[in-house]
């Protein structure tokens, strides 16, 4: 069966740094891009970020460029999403998603979906 299980989230202050992880069961990671989605409560489902499967090429979001960072560790099978200078706004439930897309860029449309992990800013 496959699943992604997503770890990480938590409570910080404004400006703070959390890491979250998205580890593949049931699959391998190689062949898949991986992105980062996030909803917030009363907001629309937005994609931050997402790493390709060849050359780990990045996308951001302009609301994280900067940062954000994603990246994967293939012989791991665990996608990463680190965020510095987190601000209340980056306040959501933060999902990783995968679709098998062998190739350098990301696709619109992902299959598989993590049970979300959530991410609070807050003083």
């Known amino acids: 069966q496959f699943q992604l299980v997503e770890s990480g989230g938590g409570q910080v202050q404004p400006g703070g740094s959390l890491r979250l992880s998205c580890a593949t069961s049931?699959?391998?990671?190689?062949?898949?891009?991986i992105a980062w989605f996030r909803q917030a409560p009363g907001k629309e489902r937005e994609r931050v970020s997402c790493?390709?499967?060849?050359?780990?090429?990045?996308y951001y979001a302009d609301s994280v460029k900067g940062r954000f960072a994603v990246s994967r560790v293939d012989v791991k099978n665990t996608a990463y999403l680190q965020m510095d200078h987190l601000k209340p706004e980056d306040t959501a439930v933060y999902y990783c998603a995968s679709r098998l897309w062998y190739g350098s860029s990301c696709p619109d449309d992902f299959e598989t979906w993590g049970q979300g992990t959530l991410v609070t800013v807050s003083s």
């Open positions: 790493i390709s499967s060849i050359n780990s090429r990045v």
């Open positions: 049931g699959f391998s990671l190689d062949d898949y891009a």
